[in-house]
């Protein structure tokens, strides 16, 4: 070993190291860069070791899982003072969620195995809610992981600011189709470089037995609000119009879903009221448009 590579793991030996899942997609990631500007170090776990070399240039330990091999994820979770926990995204589930079921399963294991300090679980706003819904696989994985033996933190944000990229080629036409209606309908939002922010303090900082964090933006945000946010970005006029609700099922099997049923009522969820926060959530600073000018400027 190169004595400069010898003094860098020794340093990196010396810190706090906490082991991130989902780090090339935006929260994990987001955590990542967050935890490493406070000094911390970070073991980035990837399915593919050409995805970890980004972040080996950071000075990262590099540990290659993916989310179906309980012994890898055991390996990766090994030695350190905690683990950033993330579902990868799943839009069309089976019926009873078989899959998250086995996830969950394999996570629990592999935490057991490792025993690291902590572990924060990304979840969802709406976790608690119990009526059939796709945020029901964030309360499946509560539950099976609620039962670990170390602190346990849920950090449940609000729906993400950064979803509205999918409206940004409709924004720059000039009208952007919503499926959250009305469309003067607000709910919560959050930027992902906030949840970044929390999840990292969260970490660091430490808690005792099981927490439950709820996060969201300033303030509420619906369809007309990311319209009018485009337009101040983009600098021309950005309407906003609602999909109708009986259109939703063909659509989303045209885009390939076999069970879009959980999907519509997580939509019906957020329209209707019933997806809410269960306590009274934290604030984060960052505003729609500040997030939306983002997106316009890492796809110009």
Avoid at 34 to 58: C, H, N, T
């Amino acid at each position: 070993m190169q004595p400069d590579a010898a003094l860098r793991r020794l340093f990196r030996e010396m810190r706090d190291m906490y082991a991130i899942t989902g780090v090339t997609g935006q929260v994990g990631g987001a955590v990542a860069r967050a935890l490493l500007a406070q000094g911390a170090a970070v073991r980035a776990v990837v399915r593919d070791a050409a995805k970890g070399e980004s972040w080996r240039a950071m000075d990262c330990e590099v540990a290659l899982a993916g989310y179906d091999d309980e012994a890898a994820l055991a390996r990766a979770f090994t030695g350190v003072d905690g683990v950033f926990l993330m579902m990868p995204p799943d839009y069309d589930p089976a019926p009873g969620f078989p899959q998250i079921h086995a996830l969950a399963e394999r996570f629990r294991g592999a935490i057991e195995r490792a025993r690291p300090g902590r572990v924060l679980f990304l979840s969802t706003v709406g976790a608690h809610v119990a009526e059939p819904n796709l945020l029901n696989n964030a309360r499946l994985m509560e539950q099976a992981l609620g039962r670990l033996p170390m602190p346990i933190a849920f950090l449940r944000p609000a729906w993400f600011m950064e979803n509205a990229a999918w409206d940004l080629p409709g924004a720059r036409e000039g009208v952007i189709h919503s499926f959250l209606q009305p469309i003067d309908h607000r709910i919560p939002m959050v930027s992902v470089d906030d949840i970044g922010a929390v999840a990292a303090e969260l970490l660091l900082r430490g808690w005792d037995g099981c927490l439950v964090q709820e996060l969201e933006g300033p303030r509420r945000y619906g369809a007309e609000d990311i319209a009018q946010a485009y337009a101040a970005v983009l600098g021309h006029p950005v309407r906003a119009a609602a999909v109708p609700r009986g259109q939703w099922e063909a659509l989303f099997r045209q885009q390939g879903a076999h069970h879009p049923e959980p999907r519509m009522r997580m939509l019906d969820g957020f329209n209707e009221g019933w997806i809410a926060f269960e306590g009274v959530p934290r604030r984060a600073a960052t505003s729609l448009e500040t997030a939306l000018r983002r997106i316009a400027q890492r796809v110009a």
